[in-house]
C-alpha cells in the first residue's frame, strides 16, 4: 500500500485529486498546492515579454554609424551583436552619402532621431558601416526581428528581401522572416551595410532584435542553440498538457487539469510566433502578418482565461469573486478591438497587455491568502 502511495506522489502531487497522494505534513501539502498556481503564473508573465537573443558581453557598439571591428576574430571570439547607433534617413531610401545633416537611432528600438524623438509610422533607411580586420572573410548576416517589411543591402548589393517595402500602408505588404545571408568580400575592409524599412502595419518600427554578424559556422551554432530553446520549451509545454489531459480524461470531476493542460498547450503554441526564432513565420505566406498579430492576441487572451479558470477552480471563495470578474473583464476587452484597423489594434493590444499584466498580480491574493 505504501508503494502505491509513493507512485502517487511523485505522479500527481498537484491539484485537488489526492487518491493516491499521502502527505504526512500539512506545510508540505500547502507548499506543494502553491507552487503549481506560482509556477504558472510565472509562466503567463513571461509570454508578455520577449527574449534577448544575445548574450554577449563586452562586445564593441556602434558610435555615430560605425561598428569598429578590426581587433574582433570572429573564429575565437565568436557572433557580434551589432547594436549602437545607426544612421537613420527619415523618409528616404536612396539617401546621400555625404550627407551634412545625420540623425542617428539606437538599435534594437523603436525607431527615432538623435533628439530620442520617435518617428512614427513611415518608412526610412537605417546604415551601418563595419570596419573588419583584413583575416575577415566570408562573413554572414543574421537579421533580426524588423518590422514590418524590410530589404537589406551591402555596398549597391541587395542580399535579402523581407516581404515588400512601400511608401503608405496599401503598398506594403508585412512579413516577419529571419534568416542568415551571405556577405559579399567587404572593400577596403568595410562593410557599408543599409536596411530599407517602411512600417505601417505596426506602432513599433525599426529594428526589435540585434542582427548578429559572424562566420558561417558561428551563425549556424547560435541558430541552432536558441532554436534549441525554443524546441525545448515547447516540448516540455505540450508535455505537460498532454499528461494533464489525459489526467482529467481519467478523472472528469478534476476541472484542474483541464484547465492546466489548456494553459501548457497555448503557451506552447504562441511559443512558436512569439519566441526568440519566430518559427512559424517562416512557413507562412506573405501578408498574412496581420492576421497573426490579431491571432497572437487572442490567444494571449485565451491563455490568460485558462489561467483564471484554474486558479478560481482551487480557491473558489466567495470573497475572491470581485479579483476574478477583473480579470475576466480585462480579458474579454481585447475582444472589442478585434474590428480596429491593425494599427488602432496593435496599439491597443500593446495597453492591454499592460493591463492584463497588472491584474494577474491580483490573483497572487487567492493563492497565497488561500494557503496561508
Known amino acids: 500500500m505504501n508503494g502505491f502511495r509513493l507512485i502517487g506522489s511523485i505522479l500527481f502531487p498537484f491539484g485537488k485529486t489526492q487518491r493516491f497522494t499521502y502527505f504526512p505534513s500539512s506545510h508540505y501539502t500547502k507548499a506543494m498546492k502553491i507552487s503549481k498556481p506560482i509556477f504558472l503564473l510565472i509562466l503567463l508573465i513571461t509570454t508578455l515579454s520577449g527574449c534577448d537573443t544575445s548574450n554577449i558581453a563586452a562586445v564593441p557598439i556602434a558610435k555615430k554609424a560605425v561598428l569598429d571591428l578590426r581587433g574582433w576574430d570572429f573564429e575565437t571570439m565568436g557572433n557580434v551583436p551589432l547594436n549602437g547607433e545607426w544612421q537613420i534617413d527619415w523618409k528616404d531610401w536612396n539617401p546621400k552619402e555625404n550627407s551634412l545633416n545625420k540623425e542617428f537611432t539606437i538599435v534594437p528600438g523603436h525607431w527615432a532621431n538623435s533628439n530620442s524623438e520617435k518617428y512614427p509610422t513611415g518608412f526610412g533607411t537605417l546604415s551601418l558601416t563595419i570596419l573588419v580586420s583584413e583575416t575577415a572573410k566570408n562573413l554572414y548576416l543574421q537579421n533580426g526581428v524588423t518590422r514590418n517589411a524590410f530589404e537589406i543591402s551591402a555596398g549597391k548589393e541587395t542580399i535579402y528581401k523581407s516581404g515588400t517595402i512601400g511608401e503608405n500602408y496599401s ?17 577596403n575592409n568595410q562593410i557599408h551595410l543599409s536596411v530599407r524599412i517602411s512600417c505601417f502595419h505596426y506602432h513599433i518600427c525599426g529594428i526589435a532584435t540585434p542582427y548578429i554578424l559572424g562566420t558561417h559556422l558561428g551563425i549556424n551554432k547560435s541558430f ?40 501548457c498547450f497555448l503557451a506552447a503554441i504562441r511559443l512558436l510566433s512569439t519566441g526568440e526564432t519566430r518559427l512559424i513565420y517562416n512557413y507562412l505566406p506573405p501578408g498574412i502578418y496581420e492576421t497573426m498579430v490579431r491571432i497572437n492576441g487572442i490567444s494571449f487572451v485565451l491563455l490568460y482565461l485558462s489561467f483564471v479558470l484554474y486558479v478560481r477552480e482551487i480557491y473558489n471563495s466567495e470573497k475572491y469573486k470581485l479579483i476574478y470578474r477583473i480579470n475576466f473583464f480585462v480579458a474579454f476587452l481585447l475582444f472589442f478591438a478585434l474590428p480596429l484597423n491593425i494599427l488602432t489594434f496593435s496599439k491597443f493590444l500593446a495597453f492591454h497587455l499592460i493591463l492584463s499584466l497588472l491584474a494577474i498580480f491580483g490573483l497572487l491574493y487567492p493563492i497565497i491568502h488561500g494557503v496561508i
Do not use: C, G
Open 171 to 187: 503598398a506594403e505588404i508585412p512579413n516577419l522572416n529571419i534568416q542568415t545571408v551571405s556577405l559579399p568580400n567587404s572593400l
Open 224 to 263: 541552432l542553440e536558441t532554436i534549441s530553446r525554443d524546441v525545448f520549451v515547447l516540448a516540455s509545454l505540450l508535455t505537460l498538457a498532454l499528461f494533464h489531459l489525459v489526467l482529467y480524461l481519467f478523472w472528469r470531476d478534476e476541472k484542474t487539469h483541464i484547465y492546466f493542460a489548456s494553459v
